[in-house]
């Protein structure tokens, strides 16, 4: 009920005050007028929240075209360059002509046929003849021997699906140009693999997992319901992660797929996209969250476990059905520019999540000494459409001609996530301070 300002106390209705109050309003529109007001942009959701924040490094002329970073002595991707921070998720994509470190020819550097691009033939090049070239500074081209020497006696685990996998065997690939690594992998599936950098005593390893979360009926070209387990990590991981030193967490695009049933404390709560009689329909979203809470209130509560956690953020896909005209659904040959990217609900949904869920945990984890670290990869990946298999995954004769418009091309732009990982290691190890 609205208050009837007319039978207020306090003689607000009185002459005098009323000329009290045309004299405030005088005062306060003068004091604007000489004092103008802070104007903020918006950006689409990148690493910020209340406990980042920014080192300016340009003159105050630029400083509205930043964007704040995680915590820049821990979080970021950042570097230190002389006296200046520079925040290496903001730039663009610019013409490199010297080509990968590596090709599919390159010794320890076996590729997957599906991310092996140039092998079925694809005709253009010029895909992998690009660097990230942040704004203020430069980003180091890949160091073999720098990165193997940070993890001398350690271990590196990468958790997730066939992206992580792709993530894995580009740094598999750019560390064998210096060291060649011994498969100990103890079965032939993809969902886990171990390599050994002997002279370093560096494991690397994949613990593959669609959800990251127990699943049930999974198939990947099949329709029938994925049942999910959302209060329970997936054991292809969970047992065995404890003693690594480095856990590189991700997951996406599975949630994506319809008719998905949620099931919390031994019992069906809902489902995503599945049309089904009295079942609630709780959303894609609702599933991906819980998903990573569930993961890192594992890692948190494994007693054993004193490693640091990394987040690398969603990757986007460029399915773009309107060039299909039989050459595939990613035909484009060069990087997007910033005013060509086109705004992706979906993927901003997943990455809002997936950072409300990391900040959580890491409030949470750091009491307990834990370390959590970030790999946003998502804004800078969204401009390079060109970076995708397309039908370049299998041989030309092959019945199969769906378009992979979802992984990366080996090598391709997807090596620079191990270049921001270089990055991170060096900042944790005070190689931020070096000059670099």
């Not at 998720?89 to 020819?105: A, C, D, I, M, S």
């Not at 032939?188 to 390893?205: D, G, I, M, P």
């Not at 007693?303 to 990394?310: A, C, E």
């Amino acid at each position: 009920m609205m208050a009837n300002i007319s039978n207020t106390p306090s003689g607000y209705n009185s002459p005098l005050n009323w000329y009290k109050v045309i004299l405030l309003i005088i005062l306060l529109i003068v004091l604007f007028t000489i004092i103008p007001p802070k104007h903020h942009e918006n950006f689409p959701i990148s690493s910020q929240s209340e406990d980042f924040s920014v080192e300016n490094s340009t003159s105050n002329q630029d400083q509205g075209n930043r964007v704040a970073a995680v915590n820049p002595d821990h979080d970021s991707i950042s570097m230190r360059l002389e006296s200046k921070k520079c925040d290496m998720l903001r730039g663009k994509w610019v013409p490199y002509p010297e080509g990968p470190l590596y090709t599919n020819q390159t010794t320890g550097c076996y590729i997957e046929k599906t991310q092996n691009c140039m092998r079925f033939g694809r005709p253009d090049t010029e895909f992998m003849k690009w660097r990230w070239k942040p704004d203020g500074c430069d980003l180091p081209v890949f160091d073999a021997a720098r990165f193997l020497e940070l993890v001398r006696g350690k271990s590196m685990a990468f958790v997730g699906d066939s992206v992580a996998r792709n993530q894995l065997q580009s740094l598999k690939c750019l560390l064998s140009t210096v060291a060649h690594p011994i498969n100990e992998s103890s079965t032939k599936v993809w969902t886990l693999r171990r390599f050994v950098f002997t002279h370093y005593n560096f494991t690397l390893e994949l613990f593959g997992s669609t959800h990251l979360v127990r699943a049930e009926g999974i198939e990947p070209h099949s329709a029938a319901p994925i049942d999910l387990y959302l209060d329970e990590a997936d054991q292809a991981w969970a047992n065995k992660i404890a003693n690594f030193d480095y856990v590189i967490i991700s997951a996406g695009h599975w949630f994506s797929r319809p008719k998905m049933r949620y099931h919390e404390s031994h019992k069906v709560v809902g489902c995503s996209m599945c049309n089904a009689k009295n079942m609630t329909d709780l959303t894609r979203f609702y599933g991906y969250k819980k998903a990573f809470e569930t993961t890192f209130r594992t890692l948190i509560d494994l007693p054993k476990f004193n490693g640091t956690v990394i987040l690398r953020t969603i990757s986007p896909t460029h399915f773009e059905p309107e060039y299909w005209e039989g050459r595939g659904y990613c035909v484009r040959r060069k990087p997007f520019s910033k005013q060509q990217v086109q705004y992706d609900w979906f993927l901003q949904m997943y990455k809002k999540i997936q950072m409300e869920e990391f900040l959580a945990a890491k409030r949470e984890g750091e009491e307990r000494g834990l370390k959590f670290r970030l790999l946003d990869i998502t804004e800078v990946m969204l401009l390079r459409p060109d970076g995708h298999p397309n039908h370049y995954g299998h041989p030309p004769e092959s019945k199969n001609k769906f378009s992979d418009c979802l992984h990366w091309c080996l090598p391709g732009p997807i090596d620079v996530w191990n270049e921001f990982l270089l990055q991170m290691l060096k900042n944790e190890n005070g190689g931020s301070r070096e000059g670099l």
